[in-house]
């Protein structure tokens, strides 16, 4: 048994992780930003730096899935500055306190298939270079801001997470109410590769990630085999009986979602090379295994 400190349990991974740990056995800590409701939650406030003593006394590992949602609100320049600044308070908070606590505790840290940015049909594993754009440009500040605690001789790992395919929830929500319309059609060329994996498989390999304390730095945590966007459009109108054959126009996505389109069209041809290294099996190895677990779990 385990003792787990989750950052972000409110959300579409963090519950599913929460859940998925107790009921292997472990005890789960929560850290929340309000006055506590029960003995396992903890407050923080990673705005400021703080942390509720005693909140990571008997831990093994912290999960750090906290941040402000990508997607869940239009880009403006208030909200870009909020979606890096609530990264980097999170981790840095969290640093700081594993510091503190002089204990070797691992850290799960988030992070994002964003740092590889738009680079067509390139292959890219872990050690490929980060890309350009706002969303690359995060990711490679959130994942630097835990470089002092590893290079201090911290257990760190960063879990590069793909697009989540979940029907309760993440990238697949707004696709699925579209798509039992019939309109789930390709957006924009359709041609773009999008490194989905089911939300089971993500959870599982950040179980993973938490026991094996070999794996360090960065880790892809993504399906087995990269599809291309209309190829999830075209499996998911196969699964829900609807058809899939209306593509959505660049303007029309610029329109909708500003400057959010560009990281929608963006292809990333992610491979989990150092997932499968280690041994990781994944439970949904084909696209329409991740679209099928999408609908039936949540």
């Known amino acids: 048994m385990s003792t787990i400190a989750i950052t ?10 929460s859940s998925a740990l107790r009921a292997r056995g472990d005890r789960v800590r929560v850290l929340v930003r309000r006055d ?49 600044r609530s990264r980097l308070g999170a981790t840095k908070t ?3 306190a594993i510091t503190a606590s002089g204990a ?38 959130w994942e630097g801001a835990t470089a002092d ?5 911290g257990s760190v790992v960063l879990a590069r997470t793909g697009l989540v395919m979940a029907s309760s929830g ?31 498989d993500e959870v599982a390999a950040l179980i993973h990630l938490i026991d094996d304390r ?10 087995t085999v990269p599809a291309r966007q209309r190829e999830v459009a075209a499996a998911l109108g196969r699964l829900l009986k609807r058809p899939a054959v209306l593509p959505a126009p660049r303007l029309g996505l610029r329109l909708v979602l500003g400057q959010f389109a560009q990281e929608v069209l963006a292809s990333e041809r992610v491979l989990p090379d150092r997932l499968l290294g280690s041994g990781f099996v994944h439970q ?15």
């Open 170 to 200: 993440g990238a697949m929500a707004p696709m699925l109410r579209l798509a039992r319309l019939g309109l789930g059609g390709p957006l924009g060329s359709g041609q773009q590769f999008w490194p989905v994996i089911s939300l089971r």
């Open 104 to 141: 070797p505790i691992r850290l799960v840290n988030g992070s994002a298939v964003g740092y590889y940015g738009d680079r067509g049909e390139e292959v890219l594993a872990e050690d490929s270079p980060p890309g350009t754009g706002f969303l690359a440009q995060v990711v490679k500040a």
């Open 149 to 153: 605690l590893a290079d201090a001789g």
């Open 94 to 96: 969290i640093c700081a």
């Open 284 to 298: 949904d190895n084909t696209l329409e295994a991740v679209l099928a677990s999408a609908l039936r779990y949540t």
């Open 214 to 223: 070999e794996l360090a730095g960065p880790v892809n945590l993504v399906g």
């Open 36 to 84: 506590p409701q029960g003995p396992e939650q903890f407050r923080w406030d990673p705005a400021i730096g703080t942390f509720d003593p005693g909140a990571l006394d008997g831990v093994d590992a912290v999960v750090n899935l906290a941040g402000a949602g990508v997607g869940d609100r239009r880009w403006t320049t208030a909200y870009k500055t909020e979606i890096l």
């Open 8 to 17: 972000g349990a409110s959300g579409l991974i963090g519950g599913a992780l």
